[in-house]
């Protein structure tokens, strides 16, 4: 009697083996690596402008204080805009590099959200009915996802 109770939990597990799981993936990869996508190009060229123009406002701050300098050399005054304008002009730098990495990510997720397909076509198990296997055909989604 174990035997046969051991058996027939054997075929048990056997045959949901074969059976694919029911839950479905998420069907908002595609929008979601698009908005992602989207969000990184905007963040990347308020990075890339606002660098731009703490670049900008380092150099005139810059070119005034070298002025105030050289204004200096003959008067004994001291002034620190020089190094106010390359703190800026670092910042700016900085930051405009930083962009880079988020168009870079930009691009690549929208890349992988427009090579995303979804499609509804026909798969095929073995199961066992009336004591012989035999395929069964059922709908299946299918999401291709090309990296």
Known sequence: MKKQFICMLLLF???NALSQ?????????????LKKSKNQSTAAWILLGGGFALT??????GINGVTEEFIGVFTNEKSN????????FYTGLAAMVGSIPLFIASS?????????TAAFKY???KSIQQNSVVRVIYPAVS???GL
Do not use: M, Y
């Open 13 to 15: 597990f056997s045959i």
């Open 21 to 33: 799981q029911t839950t479905t993936p998420e069907p908002t990869i595609k929008t979601d690596l």
């Open 56 to 61: 900008s406002a380092g150099i005139i701050i």
């Open 81 to 88: 805009t020089f190094e106010v304008g390359a703190g800026f």
């Open 108 to 116: 690549k997720n929208k890349k992988k959200g427009t090579a995303i």
């Open 123 to 125: 798969e095929n198990r």
């Open 143 to 145: 999401i291709k996802i």
